[in-house]
């Protein structure tokens, strides 16, 4: 009698088992390529990275040298500047007050005009005189001449003729001075008193 054994059953037979060997290091080679292409992509991240940060050091190096650059150049302060505009800006202030302290204290004008006066003038003018300055000061208030003469009885004339003229009613004469000039011409002037250097 012959028997047979089957040995090739469900329970002999190879099967797949979870946790063989071949599965272990399949499992294992994937593991690790994975994780050297993770290393491989930060790694050249890294590269790029530190390339960027390289540039934006040199940029920050030219920013920081031209940043030196304009504070070389431009003053610490700009007190110097300023206190010298405000100085020259008081200068005009002290011009303007002296220039109006003078304008108030002075007439310039009159409301009929200095016509009447170059008017009288011509009616008394004679041949003995001959005026080279007139000065119609205060708004017509004060009078001031200059001149040569031939006769100098003739220049105290002329301003008593004036005196007559309504146009020189309230006007003041200064002192008369006549005096011969180096080439022996009468020269004569009708102001204020001319003094010496004190």
Do not use: C, H
Request: proline letters at 3%; zero cysteines; a positive charge.
């Amino acid at each position: 009698m012959r028997q047979e054994v089957n040995l090739y059953t469900i329970d002999f037979r190879r099967g797949d088992q979870p946790l063989s060997s071949r599965l272990v290091v399949r499992g294992a080679l994937m593991f690790f390529a994975l994780l050297m292409v993770v290393e491989g992509v930060t790694a050249w991240q890294l590269l790029n990275g530190r390339d960027r940060l390289a540039e934006l050091g040199n940029e920050q190096q030219v920013v920081s040298a031209r940043l030196q650059t304009l504070k070389d150049s431009r003053p610490f302060s700009e007190r110097a500047r300023l206190e010298a505009q405000i100085d020259e800006l008081r200068a005009q202030v002290r011009r303007r007050e002296e220039l109006r302290s003078i304008i108030s204290g002075q007439k310039l004008g009159n409301s009929y005009g200095f016509s009447p006066f170059i008017e009288s003038m011509a009616r008394q003018a004679n041949g003995d005189i001959s005026l080279t300055r007139i000065r119609l000061l205060n708004g017509g208030d004060y009078l001031e001449l200059g001149g040569a003469t031939r006769k100098p009885e003739s220049v105290p004339l002329y301003l008593n003729k004036l005196r007559g003229e309504s146009s020189f009613y309230q006007v003041k004469f200064g002192t008369l001075v006549i005096e011969r000039s180096e080439t022996g011409q009468l020269r004569f002037r009708l102001g204020k008193d001319e003094e010496g250097p004190s």
